[in-house]
């Protein structure tokens, strides 16, 4: 826990280096030279139990809110007397030097005296953090009370046998397959790796190959213990005074000499595999072999330098989950648990084998098909308070903690944002990069080596579910600031989340349901522990709505989470978020204010740094908004239809750096809305050139990621074009619409467009007869949509060279009549849409074309008379839509006669075939 206080320290150190000059008051300098203090206190004291370092990194918190209050406060003091007001929100004056700025504004009395009170704040701080030293003893946080996997030997419950993975590992543990020494099962908590490794241990092979078999369970153990004990399982002698050195040679003396096999369980993380290394015999007849199990993939990947052989295990199906029923209940339910009901308890329990036998386990007073199917209704119906009662729960999550309590600090909080979310099981992770950046989760020290903000966010995620604890999903089709297009939390990592919320003080979690009901939350006040952070969530709420925080809370909130279910008509008694002062994350999602007004208060609360009203109802954006100067992010992205009128203000905002505009908007009176001078921003998104100045977007050295909308206008998209070439970092997803090339000034400019190196995702609308060659396309385009095009030429020819495209939509764009995908072409498509090809007759697919492809959609291409041959060898597809298409056509793919369904061997191994003749 040293690393909360180095986390709280390294925050409060970057409020005193980010704002120019503070440098150098003396009054900071105190400040800093205690924050260090702090830092050196904790990692001197890192054997104090959990306790005192949370406390402490509280605190330091605590303060570090206080000190950022006050310098915000005095710059926009400042600034509302300032002709250059616009400027004092970035610290920085026109034609003056910042430290005279700082000067002015920070060596008044009350500043300096406030200064002083935050390091007094400071020092008490640290008067009672020594006293606590004093007080109690250096010891070690409590163990787990988790007893050793190794029992399981002698389990009373029957496990289901994970065939597919024994047939896939079997071979790699015998002694006669030299392909590798070491063998992986990763996969996440409870999810069945012990019990795998127990199987392939126990199976008569192995016990026939191997006169010697060793199980060590590794977790909490130290290099020597885990050494010491595989060296004991080899000798009858004394092992404990040997060196480290001595016990290594012996292992690899034995391993390299007589066939064993040695079970490591539970290896967490990469520095417990460096001890292996020595001790892998290094002949060419690898007659030992090594068996890991660890909930981390990168872990599993790297066991060994030579090419390991891993499995990592998924949650049980449906059916396997009702095998696994059906080998443990009582005999009166093995037919009551068919159907619905074994459903129900495999997907209450998250399809994790370990849940599944702890639920069994709590239903043993329960001996009725009807107390059964009760208590199973209960918990489906269950608030997460009650959820967390359940012996089962109850139980998962105490094995389930560990792979919280080994997270690094900073993972820490990023899983406790996810458990918060209301759609914590379609988490947008562009939405998670947007909060930790305004909630500075993320250390600007990352940022000054060079990386950029989405990577080091998507890091983190990738390494949450590295460590199984998340599940990451890639874009469909759509082009996101992230990598990865959402990730999901299953019900136990969710109630681990909240439950961690709960302990850690993070975030207070309140519920409402239908009338107003206020369902008890998931955050149990301490005394001494301030609410900083708020989700409130509405499930079919209307009125009575009463937020269970007194004035003096709301003060400190600094971040208020407000989602709904469904479009929710914002309640009236939640009309003013005066209170709330300091804010610095206000987020809407879901809310219709057709009927109600926005909440008072929004434009008061200065300090914002994120605004987001996504998937919301809201017609007007009201001009005060232009008063957030601190604004970073402004997420507009209402629902589709809603057509929001958006005030000429946002060039105020001179902080901002992520600006999402709604589908459909427009100003007040019809004109352009100005972005002059915000040279900050780094992404915007639905940029309409018929609404927005394009002529701005010269002037933004920063922008990193631009989604433009451009209809028709030849002058719009060369200064789109302009953008595009001045900025070597810009990624560009542009829409073209309406802009026929009939001459070649205009098919001069498409060229151009195609040529851009930044353009990721092309939609282009209207005549264009004829494409260039393949390499005058922008190499990095990742999606492509013609619409219209009139193209006499087969465009496959052109396309299929493109070494980054994923996704490609034809409609209406080729009046050819033959169509061909050649042998190692479209490497990485995944979806490809034909539409309305009204005169093609002729696919042909060649083997070894779109090895990726899992999406195809056929539409309204009424002369193809065929499916290519070549698709029965597209062996990813997994959907195939067929809509609006020949009856012959669809006969030769549906009917099960031989001599109708010609076509049926071409796609019999695609899961799910639609048809739709609407």
């Known amino acids: 826990m040293a690393e909360s206080v180095a986390f709280a320290v390294s925050q409060f150190l970057e409020l005193l280096d980010v704002r120019p000059g503070l440098q150098h008051n003396k009054e900071t300098s105190r400040i800093r030279e205690k924050l260090l203090v702090f830092e050196q206190l904790s990692q001197n004291h890192q054997n104090l139990n959990q306790e005192g370092l949370s406390k402490l990194a509280r605190e330091i918190r605590e303060v570090s809110y206080m000190f950022e209050n006050h310098v915000e406060a005095s710059i926009i003091k400042a600034g509302a007397t300032d002709p250059d007001q616009e400027d004092y929100s970035r610290g920085r004056i026109a034609g003056k030097s910042v430290l005279m700025f700082l000067c002015r504004t920070w060596s008044c009395s009350p500043k300096k005296a406030a200064l002083l009170d935050i390091h007094q704040r400071l020092v008490s701080v640290q008067r009672t953090y020594q006293q606590y030293v004093e007080h109690y003893s250096y010891a070690l946080a409590p163990a787990e009370n988790l007893t050793s996997r190794n029992v399981a030997y002698r389990r009373p419950f029957e496990f289901v046998r994970r065939e597919k993975e024994m047939e896939v590992l079997l071979p790699y543990l015998l002694p006669d397959n030299d392909l590798c020494q070491v063998v992986s099962i990763s996969g996440a908590a409870g999810i069945g790796k012990t019990i795998l490794a127990q199987q392939l241990f126990e199976a008569p092979e192995i016990q026939y190959q191997y006169p ?164 199973v209704n209960q918990r489906l119906c269950s608030t997460f308070r009650e959820r967390l009662e359940f012996p089962e729960i109850q139980a998962s999550l105490e094995v389930l903690t560990s792979s919280y309590d080994d997270l690094p600090y900073i993972l820490k909080l990023c899983f406790l944002y996810m458990g918060v979310l209301q759609d914590y099981q379609h988490i947008q992770l562009e939405k998670l990069y947007l909060l930790w950046l305004a909630d500075k989760l993320v250390s600007l020290k990352r940022l000054q080596r060079g990386e950029r903000l989405a990577d080091v966010v998507q890091s983190y995620v990738t390494k949450l579910a590295d460590r199984s604890m ?368 009204h005169a093609l007759e002729k696919w042909t697919v060649e083997d070894g074309a779109m090895p990726k492809l899992s999406t195809l959609v056929l539409a309204n291409c009424g002369r193809l008379e065929m499916l290519p041959e070549g698709l029965q060898f597209v062996h990813r597809l997994q959907e195939l839509d067929v809509s609006r298409m020949s009856k012959d056509f669809q006969k030769r793919i549906r009917s099960v006669d031989p001599e109708m369904g010609r076509d049926t061997h071409k796609v019999q191994h695609v899961p799910s075939i639609v048809f739709d003749d609407k």
């Open 212 to 375: 010697t078999r060793i199980w060590v369970n590794v977790s909490k153990k130290s290099r020597r213990e885990i050494m010491e004990q595989i060296a004991k399982s080899l000798l009858t002698t004394s092992v404990e005074e040997m060196f480290a050195e001595q016990l290594g040679r012996l292992i690899f003396s034995h391993l390299d000499k007589l066939r064993t096999l040695l079970v490591l369980d539970e290896i967490s993380s990469m520095d417990d595999l460096e001890f292996l290394e020595p001790i892998l015999p290094r002949t060419s007849m690898r007659r030992s072999k090594i068996l890991i199990t660890t909930r981390s993939k990168q872990v599993a990947e790297v066991a060994h330098t030579t090419a390991p052989r891993c499995v990592h295990l998924r949650r049980l199906t449906d059916d396997e989950g009702y095998q696994l029923l059906l080998k443990n209940v009582p005999d009166f339910l093995v037919r009551g648990i068919e159907g619905e009901l074994g459903k129900k308890i495999v997907d209450f329990c998250g399809g994790l084998p370990m849940s599944i036998v702890h639920f069994i386990k709590s239903m043993a007073t329960k001996h009725t098909l009807e107390e059964w199917e009760e208590t």
């Open 470 to 837: 998340v599940e990451l999903h890639h874009e469909r089709d759509a082009r996101t600031i992230t990598r990865f297009q959402y990730c999901q939390l299953n019900e136990l990592m969710r109630d681990l989340s909240l439950l961690k919320n709960k302990h850690e003080c993070f975030f207070k979690v309140v519920d409402f349901v239908r009338g107003g009901q206020l369902v008890p939350d998931s955050f149990s006040s301490l005394s001494e522990c301030r609410t900083h952070r708020v989700a409130i969530n509405f499930d079919e709420c209307e009125e009575g709505c009463v937020l269970p925080l007194t004035d003096e809370e709301k003060m400190h909130v600094r971040v208020l989470l407000f989602s709904a279910k469904k479009k929710q008509v914002w309640p009236r008694e939640l009309s003013r978020l005066t209170m709330f002062k300091y804010l610095r994350i206000l987020d809407f999602n879901g809310f219709n204010f057709d009927l109600t007004i926005l909440p008072y208060g929004i434009a008061a609360a200065v300090h914002l740094r994120y605004l987001s009203f996504r998937d919301c109802v809201l017609a007007e954006l009201p001009s005060s908004i232009g008063n957030l100067r601190f604004l970073i992010i402004l997420d507009l992205r209402v629902q589709e239809s809603t057509k929001m009128i958006i005030p000429n203000v946002l060039w105020k905002m001179r902080n901002l750096k992520h600006l999402y505009f709604p589908l459909l908007f427009e100003t007040p009176d019809a004109g352009k809305i100005r972005l002059h001078g915000l040279t900050e921003l780094e992404t915007i998104t639905n940029f309409n050139t018929w609404m927005v100045n394009v002529d701005d977007l010269l002037k933004m050295p920063k922008l990193q990621f631009l989604a433009a909308n451009v209809a028709g206008n030849l002058e719009d998209i060369e200064s789109i074009i302009k953008c595009m070439i001045m900025n070597s970092n810009l990624e560009t997803s542009l829409e073209i619409r309406d802009f026929d090339c009939y001459t070649e000034e205009r098919h001069s400019v498409f060229r151009k467009v195609l040529a851009c190196q930044s353009l990721g995702v092309l939609c282009m609308e209207g005549h264009l007869c004829r494409m260039p060659m393949h390499y005058k396309f922008s190499q990095n385009l990742t999606k492509i949509i013609f619409i219209g095009s009139e193209l006499i030429e087969d465009p496959m020819t052109t396309l299929e060279k493109l070494p980054k495209l994923r996704v490609l939509v034809l409609d209406d764009a080729f009046v050819g009549k033959a169509m061909v995908c050649s042998s190692s072409s479209f490497l990485e498509l995944k979806i490809l849409e034909l539409l309305n090809l």
